[in-house]
């Protein structure tokens, strides 16, 4: 078990480009999450899979943001036309859900910090 | 509405001292709830978990939590402050319907020598 993790841990971009951000879970976990901490904050859902299929999105994530799991392993956040409000710190978390139990706790990477200039 | 608040942005204690951070949530379902501990320029690790087995939770580095369910807190205490406990803590509420984390603002715990 290597823990969650998540390349590159560190993107400097220009306003206006695209970047993409990949996280790869614990290999048995089934769910995998993903979260934005903004400086002073705590994290904030951003959204999460249940195997390939994303299951649910935050408000936070307007069209300019998309994420896929394919075939349920390693995931990618994509955001394209970034903009300075999204400089953050994009972590991700991985689960194993036992019978849908909530009380299963996520784990997360070390993340990945975005500078958009 | 529900939500989690901890209160006390930023905590000073001195080595050996008790440690407590406070976290309020407010909920109309029973919550799971969770401690998380951020060091700087890595992701979150989980210190302690309550899922209603029993309101006194022990966890890593000699932190524990109880859950209040009458005050809707659940505090994290440690009895002697260790320069390594230095970092930032996370309160962290799964209010049982879609399996999301919805953290409170977090605590910045220093240790003084």
């Known amino acids: 078990d290597t823990g969650v993790s998540q390349n590159p841990r560190h993107k400097i971009t220009k306003r206006g480009q695209n970047v993409t951000f990949r996280c790869d879970p614990i290999s048995e976990h089934n769910r995998l999450y993903w979260y934005r901490q903004t400086l002073g904050q705590g994290p904030e859902f951003l959204t999460y899979?249940?195997?390939?299929?994303?299951?649910?999105k935050s408000r936070l994530l307007s069209d300019r943001f998309s994420a896929e799991r394919p075939k349920g392993s390693f995931s990618t956040l994509e955001i394209q036309r970034t903009e300075q409000g999204d400089s953050a710190m994009y972590l991700c978390?991985?689960?194993?859900?036992?019978?849908?139990?909530?009380?299963?706790?996520?784990?997360f990477g070390p993340g990945t910090r975005l500078t958009v200039t | 509405a529900q939500s989690v608040t901890q209160l006390g942005s930023h905590v000073s204690v001195s080595e050996g001292a008790l440690v407590l951070l406070r976290c309020n949530y407010s909920?109309?379902?029973?919550?799971?709830l969770f401690w998380y501990v951020q060091y700087p320029n890595q992701g979150l690790q989980l210190l302690l978990k309550y899922t209603s087995a029993a309101t006194l939770v022990k966890g890593i580095n000699g932190f524990e939590a109880e859950f209040k369910k009458s005050e809707t807190s659940f505090h994290l205490t440690k009895p002697s402050a260790h320069m390594s406990d230095a970092a930032e803590y996370f309160c962290a509420v799964n209010f049982g319907s879609n399996y999301k984390l919805t953290f409170g603002k977090g605590t910045l715990l220093t240790v003084n020598p």
């Open positions: 899979f249940q195997n390939e299929a994303q299951l649910e």
């Open positions: 978390a991985s689960s194993f859900d036992r019978l849908a139990a909530v009380r299963d706790e996520q784990y």
């Open positions: 909920s109309s379902v029973p919550p799971y």
